[in-house]
């Protein structure tokens, strides 16, 4: 499955997991509208993601 994930793929999903971490550690730390704010770029960027697998599937 790995070896299907471009190097693209593999930056948006380090990414979004990064952002998610620093969310979670935020929101430990007290910082909960901090957190909430970072937090909510994990779909985004997943989403991003997924735009651009879809536009590369259409230009081939």
């Known amino acids: 499955m790995l070896k299907q994930l471009t190097k693209t793929d593999m930056i948006m999903l380090l990414l979004a997991f990064l952002c998610l971490i620093f969310a979670e550690l ?23 993601a997924i735009y651009l697998k879809l536009i590369k599937i259409d230009k081939k």
């Open 26 to 48: 935020s929101w430990f730390k007290g910082e909960k509208e901090g957190a909430i704010f970072v937090g909510l770029w994990v779909p985004s960027i997943l989403g991003f």
